[in-house]
């Protein structure tokens, strides 16, 4: 599986941005995917994640819970994640992962495939 994010930028404290996430392979939706983050100097955190079984099962850190929504479209192979109310704090790269089965999406080494990561910037 390879990933592909895109969708970062340079916002002010407050504003929206949507990443997105592109997958290559025939069993995307067989795939728990997830959305983590790592700011300079700091540990990779998990922000979000969505597994597919039927319907989507989502997973978010309490940090952008309420703030964050990820997504999913199966047709196209594709996660989104919409952030909202961007806060400086939320400055970081984004990095979109997949993993094959997990029963604990929130731990990024439970994630066989890494996209190359989207840097975020929120300015105050």
């Known amino acids: 599986v390879q990933l592909q994010a895109s969708g970062g930028g340079l916002v002010q404290a407050g504003d929206s941005l949507r990443l997105s996430c592109a997958a290559s392979?025939?069993?995307?939706?067989?795939?728990?995917m997830g959305w983590f983050r790592q700011a300079p100097g700091k540990e990779r955190e998990f922000v979000a994640a969505?597994?597919?079984?039927?319907?989507?099962?989502?997973y978010y850190a309490d940090s952008v819970k309420g703030r964050f929504t990820i997504s999913r479209d199966n047709g196209k192979n594709m996660v989104y994640l919409q952030m909202n109310s961007l806060k400086p704090e939320d400055t970081a790269v984004y990095y979109c992962a997949a993993s094959i089965w997990t029963l604990t999406p929130t731990m990024s080494g439970n994630y066989d495939y890494w996209g190359q990561g989207t840097q975020v910037t929120v300015s105050s």
């Open positions: 392979g025939r069993t995307f939706s067989a795939y728990v």
């Open positions: 969505i597994k597919w079984s039927g319907s989507s099962v989502t």
